[in-house]
């Protein structure tokens, strides 16, 4: 039984109509993309939705917590098409034209090509697939997914006319103020452990298994409020006790780490430590490398974070939004310790945030139809 299987047969356990597609993207690269809609089928009026996770995630970040409370399931459950990205080389997107998992070429590419490549291709294919009249979509991205998201909407203007709205969750720009101690630590240490990294042919991060799934889940029970999971989280992403579901923990690490490039996040890095959103320099004797042009990300677009972000400090956000032309909003959500993984896994997210980007979605909507029925 495969792993997109599983995913699609859990869907469907809920109520809801799961799908599974490849997208094969410009450079070769097989995506796993899950579509997620009613049982009677998404309203023919409504936009499709995009949703892509962040860093070492899967579509899996979407539905761990479940049917009352994920947002691809709220969304769904609204009237939404709503299309799950997996970007090239976590647990669905393991597949090439030419290339093999095996091979170090595979894993030669940075967040940059999921921007350039990535995206572009998912999203011609929904608009392709789904026909709507408007010719746009709705695009949520966490973390990574922002990331991605400003590299194409910065690099390839084009795209910015087929998004309609986005919403960027612990957007991923500037990074040079991470207050995690455990990302402090590998920065710190990269100049060492990247040079050893790449001579020794260390090209791929956290693959998933099966066994490593199942001993993290074992390791790390709900009934544990201190657990080992939690620990490691809230050094890497901050704490937050009050918001702090152990349940969806156990269900998180059940499907992540689900495999990265060591190149992307060495990309991270460059940015970290020189403070600079900017295409990955292959060396430091490299040509200079321009950094990416923000102004030319002209979508509307509503920006959230986390007052205790230990990855995406507060005043990192502030510093890189002025750059944006049209930004919609700019707000801290969820209180003074809403941290990097609450987007995604916290108490009372639905209430705290999907709502809000329900509302938001909603609006745009009525705006929509009323353009559309004058045209």
């Known amino acids: ?7 699609i047969e859990l869907i469907n356990k809920y109520g809801y109509r799961g799908q599974a597609y490849t997208v094969t993207t410009a450079d070769g690269y097989k995506l796993g993309v899950h579509r997620i809609t009613r049982k009677q089928g998404p309203d023919p009026d ?11 995630g899967s579509s899996a970040d979407w539905l761990v917590i479940g049917p009352e409370d994920a947002l691809a399931y709220q969304l769904a459950k609204a009237g939404y098409d709503v299309w799950l990205i997996n970007t090239r080389g976590n647990r669905y997107s393991r597949q090439h034209v030419q290339l093999s998992p095996s091979d170090a070429a595979f894993w030669n590419f940075t967040w940059h090509e999921k921007g350039i490549y990535d995206l572009p291709a998912v999203i011609d294919y929904m608009l392709s697939d789904t026909k709507h009249p408007a010719g746009q979509i709705y695009y949520i991205g966490y973390s990574e997914g922002t990331t991605a998201y400003f590299v194409m909407t910065s690099s390839r203007p084009a795209y910015n006319r087929k998004i309609r709205l986005a919403h960027a969750l612990a957007p991923s720009v500037l990074l040079d103020s991470v207050r ?17 990294a790449f001579t020794t042919n260390l090209v791929e991060l956290l693959r998933w298994s099966e066994q490593q799934s199942g001993m993290l889940q074992t390791m790390c029970p709900p009934e544990t409020k201190r657990n080992p999971c939690v620990v490691l989280f809230d050094n890497l992403f901050g704490p937050n006790p009050e918001s702090l579901d152990t349940n969806a923990i156990q269900s998180l690490v059940g499907h992540c780490p689900s495999g990265a490039a060591v190149k992307e996040v060495y990309h991270y890095h460059q940015v970290i430590q020189n403070g600079i959103f900017r295409p990955y320099q292959e060396s430091a004797v490299d040509r200079i490398v321009v950094p990416y042009n923000l102004s030319a990300s002209d979508v509307p677009v509503y920006i959230y974070y986390g007052m205790n972000d230990w990855i995406i400090h507060p005043k990192n956000v502030r510093k890189f939004t002025p750059a944006l032309p049209n930004i919609r909003e700019v707000r801290a959500v969820g209180g003074k310790k809403f941290t990097h993984l609450d987007f995604i896994a916290a108490k009372r997210i639905r209430t705290v945030l999907y709502t809000k980007i329900m509302a938001n979605l909603q609006n745009d909507m009525v705006e929509l139809l009323r353009q559309l029925e004058k045209s």
């Open 1 to 7: 039984m495969t792993l997109t299987f599983l995913q």
């Open 46 to 56: 409504r936009l499709p939705v995009l949703l892509v996770h962040g860093l070492l």
């Open 180 to 196: 995690s101690p455990v990302l402090n630590s590998l920065v710190d240490n990269a100049q060492v452990i990247m040079p050893l």
